[in-house]
């Protein structure tokens, strides 16, 4: 009897592995904007200039929209952190710029789906969505882990 339970155990264990694997895979945040933006691959420190509003503009001067995620979800959690920062963070820059008048707060939406349509429909628009949403609608920007 206790091999049997030793063997069940194994498997669980290794069943629980290879979904592990799967849901790291599925962990990718990707950074996505409208089509016309001309802008190539962005590191992580000119997204975060973008998302703290420091960046106003893309290198062509079309405007950036940034567009974020209203409520929490994983995909927002692993944007941020790979930026070395929080969602609470950023929510406490933008409300100093947009006290001090520099600069309006990004759109939030709800979903991945949203964020990806207002991209898609939005010149200048930049957002991160996870991965398995992105559309042929949006240039990708970046891949984060």
Known sequence: ????????????????????????????????????????VLDNSS???????????????????????????????RFYAALGTSFAEMQKTWLRKQ????ALPPILLASDDEIVTKVASTPGAIGYVSADKVSKEVKVLATLK
């Open 47 to 77: 997204l975060l200039d973008m998302f703290t509003l420091n960046t106003k503009s893309w290198s062509d001067g079309g405007k950036i929209t940034v567009i974020d995620f209203k409520n929490d979800s994983p995909a927002r959690t």
């Open 99 to 102: 006290f001090s008048g520099k």
């Open 1 to 40: 009897m206790k091999t049997i339970l030793h063997h069940i155990f194994r498997f669980a264990c290794v069943v629980t592995f290879v979904f592990s694997m799967f849901d790291h895979a599925e962990a990718q945040v990707v950074v996505i904007a409208h089509k016309s933006v001309t802008s190539g």
